[in-house]
């Protein structure tokens, strides 16, 4: 079974940082995409980051780039989004997403097979 628990939201003040985990388990990880999807209040579900676990390449919606880093750690199954200069506007809860397809881009745009239950991000201004 595909399981994936997200942990490190909470609350920040605008400019400070947080890094949110994504442990996974139930699957072959160097297979799978990953990614970090984000949901706030009355909007659409945002594409924030995607991972290949196979070659390392990402993908960043045009909203975090250069604000956010996703990365992998395979020995530990785990994927990373440190989360830099955070803004009111990122507040929302974020989710982390499993795909065993690897179009990155793609996956981020749809969506994928498989998600956590989501941990809340509330950025103060």
């Known amino acids: 079974e595909v399981q994936l628990v997200e942990s490190g939201g909470g609350l920040v003040q605008a400019g400070g940082s947080l890094r949110l985990s994504c442990a996974a388990s139930?699957?072959?990880?160097?297979?799978?995409?990953i990614g970090w999807f984000r949901q706030a209040p009355g909007k659409a579900r945002e594409g924030v980051s995607c991972?290949?676990?196979?070659?390392?390449?990402?993908y960043y919606a045009d909203s975090v780039k250069g604000r956010f880093t996703i990365s992998s750690d395979n020995a530990k199954n785990t994927v990373y989004l440190q989360m830099n200069s955070l803004k009111p506007e990122d507040t929302a809860v974020y989710y982390c997403?499993?795909?065993?397809?690897?179009?990155?881009?793609?996956?981020?745009?749809?969506?994928?097979?498989?998600w956590g239950k989501g941990t809340l991000v509330t950025v103060s201004s």
């Open positions: 991972i290949s676990s196979s070659d390392g390449s990402t």
């Open positions: 139930g699957f072959t990880f160097d297979d799978y995409a």
């Open positions: 997403a499993a795909d065993p397809r690897s179009d990155i881009v793609t996956l981020a745009l749809f969506g994928m097979d498989y």
